[in-house]
């Protein structure tokens, strides 16, 4: 390994392509932990983000109507606002209301971060989710029941796969959209990988080099998940079903 | 093979259903003795694909009472109470309704794995001898997308059988076909009609009624307005309207 | 694969619901776009206006006798906003200009026939839509100089314009992509019918192909625009004075409590206006164009 960190220190010194994050001890924890977070943020944020999605969904479908408009003023506020305002939103709006009794903050910034980009997300998921059950025809549904199935049954066997297939594209291109709009934790000082990268550009004074890593980092990071997505489309893709 | 003197298996009373104003059955009564066959015919939204959903307790009914084997539809309300019911009485639709994300084969296993807790090789193989009865052992592992709509149809009615229930109800299953496709389901509801299973159809095949049919009803307006044999129905229809009716579909 | 469209195309029943299908197709028009519709209605600027009245309500209950009335704060600082809202549009302008022609040289280059060409273009547009718009926005920001000089004429380079071109580029890639969409979908027997009237190449793709194409490409094209607008808020990450940058410093100016809800919903209000319209104006072009296919 030390032969690899010796190898960028001498690209340094021949052609100035400075890339302390791989010789550099602390600079080098710094970027994986900058990346670390850049990656728990998304795997936390698509997990819950789903998860509100699911419950919305539900919700939709029951015959509350309080939750129901409840659950659509969500979706409607959190569709067409930019993102920024609404993490701002959460942060300044909400955090400062939410004061420990010493003064500092009950929340800290990444959590704030999370519930931000799962409630983002999330508006997006529940009509994703709700529009997929919708798509399976009810005569669908009735076969199942004839058939004998009881309504939990021909949900979990029948309806809800075929809805989920229905929902993977739509669903796939929010999750790599949220994957990207994970950068905008650096507005609120999150440590993730393109704050640490400002961080780390600012010491160094190496902007043009650490600007091409972060790009290609998330070039990559980006390009595996919608490989990945891509893949899973296919993989459950069934012959003659949709287009 | 019907026997005149023997219980009917399904006997409707007086049966009144109704979409919110539009009343949509009127008084139906009828039954059917086991292992027999009848046709429902009649111009459309006369009511004949409500009566086979209420059969099935798809539709709850107004008024009226239908019995099944054992089970008082009009009774059931829990969901097991209904469940039971369907594993007597199966239905085919007029557009197929097979789950699309499923194969053949495992369209056909489904509901006797899920619903009646079967053994799956077991399954498998009645599964398995079922499609060979259609006609379709070749295109077990095909998905509905890659059949075509009478194969589709056939692989409906293999997995209604695989339930082995007492009674097939038929909703118009050749109207979405292809005129020559009609013919190869045709044949698979005659061998079933042949071995004796009781089958309530819903169709427009008017030859075919009259070959195989115990008994046709006319039914029109949410009332049955005429039954009988075949035979005397079709050439010596007593009402006008039959006779209407008759006259521009043959 | 190949059973599967046999089957389909032989005019057998659909196996599932227009609805599905529909649903699939906007995902994959939507992932050809690289952002979700914007779909805005009037009951979003009547929600925006009651949030407003909210937040002006919450402000004065909480306000002090000496303070001003919030009304009189908004009015106060209305100018200054104004301002920022200007650098909004006219980053939103340029970016969407600038990323518009340079997404259709990047969009014809994907269809070229010179595989270099095509692999080249392909890459660089996946490259830029896979990046996120901040980190585009950063890398600009950072690495364009400030000033160039050209014939010993100085001319400086303020912050927004490279703010401009950092956004140009996530503009530039699915402009690229919406092109390559459009043209794919024109049936290949337009190419043929514009060969066999000995149409070349790129006379066929001028006067018989693109025209056909701009139809289809205007709908997702606009709806891109809003989005471009929205987006333009990230600019006050990187310190361009827009709107954005100016509310947050009127606020820490300010240094009332619940100043903020009144404050950002007056935001939101201003680019509902603006987006509104162009939404709407989407909305329509895409439901005449789809009776016309």
């Known amino acids: 390994m030390q032969l690899v960190w010796d190898w960028f220190r001498w690209l340094n010194e021949s052609t100035g392509i400075n890339l302390t994050i791989f010789y550099d001890q602390f600079d080098r924890s710094r970027f994986a932990s900058g990346f670390l977070m850049t990656v728990k943020l998304s795997v936390i944020c698509i997990v819950s983000s789903v998860v509100i999605g699911v419950v919305g969904a539900w919700i939709q479908g029951s015959r509350l109507r309080v939750a129901r408009t409840i659950v659509h003023w969500y979706i409607q506020a959190f569709r067409n606002t930019p993102p920024l305002v609404q993490l701002y939103f959460f942060y300044f709006g909400l955090g400062s209301l939410l004061k420990a009794a010493g003064g500092g903050p009950l929340i800290t910034n990444v959590t704030w971060a999370i519930v931000s980009l799962s409630f983002f997300a999330g508006a997006f998921n529940v009509e994703i989710f709700r529009s997929g059950i919708e798509a399976v025809p009810r005569t669908t549904l009735e076969a199942a029941e004839s058939l004998g199935f009881s309504r939990a049954q021909a949900y979990l066997r029948i309806v809800l796969p075929l809805a989920f297939r229905i929902s993977l594209p739509a669903l796939n291109n929010n999750l790599v959209n949220l994957v990207k709009t994970t950068t905008l934790a650096y507005a609120i000082a999150v440590p993730e990988m393109l704050y640490v990268s400002s961080q780390i550009w600012s010491d160094e004074l190496n902007v043009p080099v650490m600007m091409n890593v972060l790009l290609i980092c998330y070039f990559v990071l980006v390009g595996i998940l919608v490989y990945l997505m891509h893949r899973w489309e296919r993989a459950i893709r069934v012959p003659g079903f949709g287009i | 093979m019907p026997e005149a003197n023997s219980e009917p298996i399904v006997a409707l009373r007086d049966v009144h259903q109704s979409f919110g104003d539009v009343e949509v059955l009127k008084g139906v009564s009828f039954g059917v003795a086991k292992g027999g066959v009848v046709c429902i015919i009649g111009p459309s939204g006369s009511g004949k694909s409500t009566l086979l959903r209420c059969i099935n307790g798809l539709v709850p009914i107004k008024s009226g009472s239908i019995r099944v084997a054992d089970f008082e539809v009009h009774n059931l309300h829990t969901d097991q109470e209904k469940i039971a019911l369907r594993k007597e009485v199966s239905m085919v639709f007029q557009q197929y309704n097979l789950f699309p994300h499923k194969t053949a084969l495992e369209n056909v296993m489904m509901a006797p794995i899920y619903v009646l807790k079967e053994d799956p090789k077991e399954v498998r193989e009645r599964a398995i001898a079922l499609l060979t009865k259609v006609g379709l052992a070749a ?15 056939r692989v409906a009615i293999a997995r209604s059988l695989a339930m082995r229930p007492e009674v097939m109800l038929f909703d118009e299953v050749t109207a979405a076909l292809d005129p020559e496709t009609v013919k190869e389901v045709l044949n698979t509801i005659r061998e079933l009609a042949r071995e004796g299973m009781t089958c309530i159809l819903v169709t427009h095949e008017m030859r075919f009624a009259r070959e195989l049919a115990d008994e046709v009803l006319f039914t029109d307006g949410g009332t049955i307005v005429e039954s009988g044999r075949p035979a005397e129905l079709f050439d010596h229809p007593r009402k006008d309207r039959t006779r209407a009716f008759l006259s521009q579909i043959l | 694969m190949n059973d ?183 049936p290949t027997t337009q190419w043929e019918a514009a060969a066999s009237l000995a149409f070349n190449r790129r006379q066929a793709l001028w006067m018989i192909i693109f025209p056909q194409c701009i139809k289809r490409m205007l709908p997702p094209w606009m709806n891109l625009y809003a989005i471009l607008t929205m987006a333009t808020v990230l600019a006050s990450i990187v310190g361009v004075n827009e709107m954005m940058t100016l509310t947050q410093r009127a606020l820490s100016a300010e240094s009332r409590p619940g100043l903020l809800l009144a404050f950002y919903s007056y935001v939101l209000l201003w680019f509902f206006l603006y987006c509104y319209p162009i939404a709407r104006w989407t909305v329509r072009l895409e439901a005449r164009y789809a009776v016309n296919q």
């Not at chain 2, 295109?139 to 149809?153: H, I, N, R, T, V």
């Not at chain 3, 009304?71 to 600038?98: E, Q």
């Not at chain 3, 912050?159 to 024109?186: C, F, H, Y």
Request: include cysteine.
């Open chain 3, 4 to 186: 599967s469209h046999v089957a389909q195309t032989s005019g057998v029943l659909p196996v599932l619901l227009p609805l599905a299908e529909r649903m699939t197709r906007a995902a994959l028009r939507e992932r050809a776009m690289g952002s979700p519709t914007l779909r805005l209605d009037s009951s979003h600027g009547v929600a925006l206006v009651v949030a407003f009245l909210c937040g002006c309500g919450i402000t004065q209950a909480q306000s002090q006798a000496a303070d001003p009335s919030i009304f009189t704060t908004l009015w106060k600082w209305t100018p200054l906003l104004a301002r920022g809202f200007v650098f909004n549009l006219a980053i939103s302008f340029m970016a969407m200009a600038i990323g518009t022609i340079a997404g259709l040289f990047l969009g014809f280059a994907q269809i070229s026939l010179l595989p270099p060409v095509k692999k080249g273009a392909f890459f660089a547009t996946h490259f830029f839509r896979n990046a996120p718009w901040l980190v585009l926005l950063f890398y600009c920001m950072f690495l364009l100089p400030f000033q160039v000089t050209v014939l010993g004429v100085t001319i400086p380079i303020p912050d927004w314009t490279k703010a401009t071109l950092g956004l140009a580029l996530p503009v530039m890639a699915n402009v690229s992509e919406i092109v390559r969409g459009a043209i794919q979908s024109i």
């Open chain 2, 139 to 153: 295109k077990q592992d095909a998905y509905p997308g890659e059949l075509s709509g009478g194969q589709q149809q």
